[in-house]
């Protein structure tokens, strides 16, 4: 059984970086498979924000491609995701979701406020 955990900080200031963690269980992430950040922001539908494959390439939404970095640690089996210059608009509950298979983390709650 796939399980997917996000963690990272609740609450972060305009024009910092957000870095959020995926901690995958259940398998490899080198394996099989691709891996994405999805968010949903309040009021809002969900928004894909990229996603990186079990071979390490990646890939980004246009909108957010020049903020978004997605990097693993495949000793800890951990996605990263760094968001740069974050904004109010930033704020949402951000998911870790393994797409094949259905595959989806509690999600975790990101405030970016002053």
């Known amino acids: 059984q796939v399980q997917l955990q996000e963690s990272g900080p609740g609450l972060v200031k305009p024009s910092q970086t957000l870095w959020l963690t995926c901690t995958v269980s259940g398998e490899s992430i080198t394996t099989d498979g691709h891996y994405s950040w999805i968010r949903q922001s309040p009021g809002k539908g969900l928004e894909w924000i990229g996603r990186m494959f079990h071979s390490g390439k990646t890939d980004y939404s246009p909108s957010l491609k020049s903020r978004t970095s997605i990097s693993r640690d495949t000793s800890k089996n951990q996605i990263t995701l760094q968001l740069t210059a974050v904004t109010p608009e930033d704020t949402a509950v951000y998911y870790c979701?393994?797409?094949?298979?259905?595959?989806w983390g509690q999600g975790t709650q990101v405030t970016v406020s002053s």
């Open positions: 979701v393994r797409l094949t298979g259905g595959y």
